[in-house]
């Protein structure tokens, strides 16, 4: 079994920067892509960032360019670093861990509780 605890939400101003962590515990060693995906009120679950082991990364259209993520696996560890917020990023951003090298959402079958992102306007 794999385990993801998120922390590193709270608070910004628009045009502001937060960094979520993300430590996986368990049977790490199944784990190859890590991901993290927000909710907004009233909005489906979205694939934000992902990377997988082999250091490729995906990022949806409307981060690119303020968002990057970043693996440490000798910490088991993945970062999501957010820059130049807008109000439109406020949501619940979600750690989750799949066991391929693969951004579809039905692989990703490991998630955490999240961690709320506000963004003031």
């Known amino acids: 079994q794999v385990q993801v605890v998120e922390s590193g939400g709270g608070l910004v101003q628009a045009g502001g920067s937060l960094r979520l962590s993300c430590a996986a515990s368990?049977?790490?060693?199944?784990?190859?892509?890590m991901g993290w995906y927000r909710q907004a009120p009233g909005k489906q679950r979205e694939l934000v960032a992902a990377?997988?082991?082999?250091?490729?990364?995906y990022y949806a259209e409307s981060v690119k360019g303020r968002f990057t993520i970043s693996r440490d696996n000798a910490k088991n560890s993945v970062y999501l670093h957010m820059d130049s917020l807008k109000p439109e990023d406020t949501a619940v951003y979600y750690c989750?861990?799949?066991?391929?090298?693969?951004?579809?959402?039905?692989?990703?079958?490991?998630w955490g509780q999240g961690t709320q992102v506000t963004v003031s306007s």
């Open positions: 989750a861990a799949a066991k391929i090298a693969h951004y579809d959402p039905q692989y990703f079958d490991t």
């Open positions: 368990g049977s790490i060693f199944r784990i190859n892509t």
């Open positions: 990377a997988t082991s082999g250091g490729r990364t």
